[in-house]
Structures are given as C-alpha cells and as structure tokens.
C-alpha cells in the first residue's frame, strides 16, 4: 500500500539525509516535494564534531552502497528554507505533513500554514532534553553520555 496524504521535506543534501529519503521509500512512502537548504546558519563559536576525519571516513564506508538517486524533478534547492518559494509552495499545494530534517529554525509564518489539522514532524540527532543544535548525538558522546545519545522526534 503506498501511503501519501501530501507530505514534504525539508532537509539538506547529505548522505545521511538521503538515507533517510531511502528508508522512507522502502516503506512507500513519497515525498511529493523535497526543498534542500543549501546554507546554514554559522555562529560565532566552534561547532566542528570531535573526531571529524574519523566520522567523515564512518560515513563514506557506511553510506557507500546506499543508492542515492532521488527523483530531482521533486527537488528544489534553496539557500534558505524560510524563503519565499518554500512559502509560496506550501501555502499553495497545503501539503498534510512536512518532515524538517537538517534545516535552519523554521520560521512562525511557515509554522503556521500548518494549523490546526496539518502537522510537522521535525527529527532531531540527540536527545534534545539534553543537547541542542547541531551534532547533538556526538557531543553526547564526547562528554561520555551514552544515555543521551538518541533521536527526538517532535
């Protein structure tokens, strides 16, 4: 059975996001848009992960067989996922679920569109009673935190 209500991503253009677009399709589950962010936000402090050379070298050889061929014709990059186009797309096509993955805050007026009857599902690498931002996941792990090393869901 192929379950589509119209849903949405809003993500970026990594492997580990194109695994989960993967997994998604697996169980029949489509997108009928996907925006990539192609900017992020950089603040003023450092944010690199530890063991950056080690964790780039776990995902190559992790992510070397995924097929990352997605439909493009339902792919629309943008430099930020708050802009216009992202707006103008949901307030028109009033899609039932947008999934955000690996964006930028979401702003209200995209927030909005979304009231009452309509939902968005952010994922989250970490706990986020615990950690925030980016790399969450590893950061507990740097501190020695495995019990805080998870998804949040919300």
């Known amino acids: 059975m192929?379950?589509?209500?119209?849903?949405?991503?809003?993500?970026t253009?990594?492997?580990?996001?194109?695994?989960l677009i993967k997994k998604f399709e697996k169980e029949n589950i489509f997108f009928d848009k996907i925006f990539f962010e192609t900017t992020s936000v950089k603040p003023s402090f450092k944010t690199e992960p530890f063991e950056k050379k080690n964790l780039i070298n776990f995902e190559k050889k992790f992510f070397q067989k995924l097929s990352k061929k997605i439909n493009f014709k339902k792919v629309s990059f943008v430099k930020n996922i708050n802009n216009k186009r992202v707006y103008d797309y949901l307030s028109n096509k009033k899609p039932s679920i947008c999934i955000?993955?690996?964006?930028?805050k979401i702003e209200k007026k995209i927030i909005d569109l979304f009231k009452p009857n309509k939902f968005i599902i952010n994922i989250h690498r970490g706990m986020m009673s615990r950690y925030r931002g980016l790399d969450s996941d590893l950061w507990a792990?740097?501190?020695g935190k495995k019990n805080f090393v998870g998804i949040t869901i919300h």
């Open 141 to 143: 792990i740097l501190e």
């Open 100 to 104: 955000v993955f690996g964006t930028r």
């Open 2 to 11: 192929v379950f589509n209500r119209g849903i949405v991503l809003l993500s």
């Open 13 to 19: 253009d990594t492997d580990h996001h194109r695994y």
